[in-house]
């Protein structure tokens, strides 16, 4: 089970948060957040084996992006936009 936190209009396509190595859902700079909620609807989630997320975190990028795109699909978004920071950036490539 992933943990994640949804915020903002849920109308278009949400904002998808991928954070830093190590980082929660949690650690998210809130001037961020609160920018991107008043325009977006914003989705910031905890991969596998991080923060309350259950499971084992993944070994390689490559099965992170897996992951998020597990989470994509089990949500039923048909489009998202990733921001990520750090290796979530890497993670959204």
Known sequence: MLA???LGSPVGPPVLMLAH???TLD???PRVIDALVGKHHVVAVDLPGVG???GSVRGTIKA???AAVGF???RGF???D???????GFIAQ
Request: zero cysteines.
């Open 4 to 6: 994640y936190r949804e």
């Open 21 to 23: 190595l190590g980082a």
């Open 27 to 29: 650690e998210w700079d």
């Open 52 to 54: 309350a997320s259950t």
């Open 64 to 66: 992170m992006a897996d």
């Open 72 to 74: 994509i699909e089990a």
């Open 78 to 80: 048909t489009s998202v």
């Open 82 to 88: 990733l921001a990520g920071f750090s290796m979530g």
